[in-house]
């Protein structure tokens, strides 16, 4: 048993996690071509989460604050973009790429500029008075993302909405006897370019440093001279125009969104970052996946489970692990 | 000279009255010892002058000016720092993090980390590890370098032989005697055989309230005095 776990954590320990998962699959599932649709579906899937995650795991690990209103920045952000294409729609059916890509750049960057802005708001009135207390913290922000929801209610209405694409993202392309949508492609694309910038800004720059010390131990970085609740705003910004950009994202993916959309993905979010551990990137990106590839391969093994899958996990996970797979050290 | 004196500090931690009148000078210069029963205020004394407690009346003024009502990293930037009572290392961080997070501008100067991997080998050795892998002994010299790293012109540190071998201790008290040498230092201890080593002047914390201050050499003559402050009992 010992050389065995020696061997797991020599290739990579619970980061094996998704490959066994994976594995598994195949094994139930059968159908190889099938398998491939349904993994490339839930890694794409899992990125997208991660984008939206990977904030308020961030905010958690930094500052200890809570923050339930987290997934108003990803309906804010998928109700805009989609706006934005909307507006532009003449853009999108167009046969010029370069068009097709404005659109889309101008819907990311508008969805991105939304959460920075509000992110700062939300942090400054809402956050700030109810720092180190977390009963508070709950309640404010979940009354924020009340607010947030009606809003949304009121500005785009109760009826779901269409998002257009653009054109270049619509369908699918063959690889032998396996078709990947092109979307799904680049959902998974957009959220590793993004995770691999954190990851490089994290480990080798001043600012991810400190992000880090902080993480784990704020007093002593600011008893080091630095003003961790100057650099919290910043990282708080950054969290919410990720959620925004993933909202963004994920419109696009189902193509139909409701303003039912952030309380669902709120559930999802926190399962995440709970699985992953708070404060840690690799913990968020690794919970993400998990979650992305087993609502996948659940969803068409046994649809029934689809819904509490991810639940189960998440327990499974916690009696194994209370911190969850990568936490951060504190 | 006073580099820091203490006038009247009181520090309440939620409703608990922790300190009720501490007074205290520093002088510039050589180990300052501050001696106390577990749970006597210690810890709040030095957590206060870092603004890591806010005092809740009386004033903390450092070289002159009062910092009581300062943010803990101004008064850092003020040239404090900090070896608290757990150490506060970054264990996810290697010892070249933890080091170079503590310098101001973010890269070593080459003469200051020298004189640090003389004081303590050990950190040159483990460099690139990760701190949490570090010994007791080897992170608490990380958290007294981390200190030192840039040029200080106070440094308060906690306990700093708790849960150490004596071999350990004894390298200690040589560093911090060299570091005496150009900071002055406020050292909390309970081991007195250290703490009579190093320090000059000393005061004694007991319930929040300083209950004897004076030197070393004189403190040190004095048993009933010891027994009174220090003992188990009373
Ligand atoms: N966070 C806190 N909340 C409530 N009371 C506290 C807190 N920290 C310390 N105290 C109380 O304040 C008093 C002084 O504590 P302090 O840690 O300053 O003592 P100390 O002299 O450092 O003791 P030790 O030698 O055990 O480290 C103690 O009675 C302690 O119980
Ligand atoms: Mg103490």
């Known amino acids: 048993m010992e050389t065995i776990t020696k061997i797991v954590t020599r290739f990579g320990g619970v980061s094996l996690l998704p490959v066994a998962v994976a594995l598994l699959a195949f094994v139930l599932i059968g159908a190889p071509s099938s398998w491939v649709t349904l993994t490339i579906a839930g890694l794409a899937m899992g990125m997208m989460i991660f984008l939206m995650a990977s904030g308020l795991s961030l905010v958690f690990g930094l500052m200890d604050v809570m923050n339930f209103g987290h997934s108003a920045f990803i309906s804010f952000g998928a109700f805009i973009a989609a706006s934005v294409l909307a507006g532009l729609s003449g853009w999108l059916g167009s046969d010029l790429i370069i068009l097709n890509i404005a659109a889309l750049f101008l819907a990311f960057a508008a969805a991105i500029l939304f959460g920075m802005a509000a992110g700062w708001f939300f942090e400054a009135v809402i956050i700030k008075p109810v720092y180190k207390d977390h009963l508070r913290q709950i309640l404010i922000t979940m009354g924020a993302l009340i607010v947030a929801e009606q809003m949304i209610l009121a500005l785009w209405g109760g009826a779901p909405m269409t998002v257009h694409r653009p054109q270049f993202l619509e369908g699918s392309f063959l690889i032998g006897d396996i078709t990947i949508e092109v979307y799904r492609a680049f959902a998974f694309m957009l959220g590793l370019a993004v995770y691999v910038a954190l990851y490089l800004t994290l480990n080798r720059t001043r600012i991810g440093l400190l992000i880090r010390a902080g993480v784990e131990n704020r007093e002593m970085v600011e008893a080091l001279g630095f003003r961790i609740d100057r650099l919290f705003v910043g990282v708080f910004m950054l969290g919410s125009a990720l959620a925004a950009m993933g909202g963004a994202i994920w419109a696009g993916y189902e193509t139909l969104i409701t303003p039912a959309l952030g309380g669902e993905m709120m559930i999802v979010v926190f399962i995440v970052v709970i699985i992953g551990g708070l404060g840690s990137i690799e913990g968020t990106l690794l919970g993400a996946i998990m979650v992305g590839l087993m609502a996948n391969y659940v969803g068409y093994l046994a649809p029934k489970l689809a819904l509490t899958s991810n639940m189960i996990l998440m327990m499974v996970i916690l009696l194994w692990r209370p911190n969850g797979l990568k936490p951060a050290v504190k | ?234």
């Open chain 2, 1 to 234: 000279m006073s580099i820091l004196s203490l006038k009247a500090m009181k520090t309440d931690i939620g409703q608990y009255a922790v300190l009720h009148d501490v007074t205290l000078e520093v002088p510039q210069g050589g180990v300052f010892v501050l001696l106390g029963r577990n749970g006597a205020g210690k810890t709040t004394t030095l957590r206060s002058i870092m603004g890591l407690w806010k005092p809740s009346a009386g004033s903390v003024i450092f070289r002159g000016q009062d910092i009581s009502e300062m943010h803990t990293a101004e008064i850092a930037r003020l040239g404090i720092s900090f070896v608290p009572e757990d150490m506060g290392i970054f264990g996810g961080l290697t010892v070249e993090e933890n080091l170079i997070l503590a310098t101001a501008k973010g890269q070593f100067d080459n003469a200051r980390l020298a004189r640090i991997y003389e004081l303590f080998p050990a950190l040159e050795t483990f460099w690139t590890k990760q701190a949490w892998s570090l010994s007791g002994g080897q992170k608490q010299m990380l958290s007294v370098a981390r200190a030192i790293i840039e040029p200080r012109e106070l440094i308060l540190v906690d306990e700093p032989t708790k849960g150490l071998a004596p071999a350990i201790i004894d390298a200690m008290a040589d560093a911090f005697r060299e570091i005496a040498q150009t900071t002055t230092i406020l050292l909390v201890e309970q081991n007195f055989e250290f703490a009579k080593s190093l320090g000059r002047d000393m005061a004694v914390i007991d319930d929040g309230r300083i209950a004897h201050s004076g030197s070393m050499a004189d403190f040190a003559a004095d048993k009933p005095l010891q027994d009174r402050l220090l003992s188990l009992s009373a």
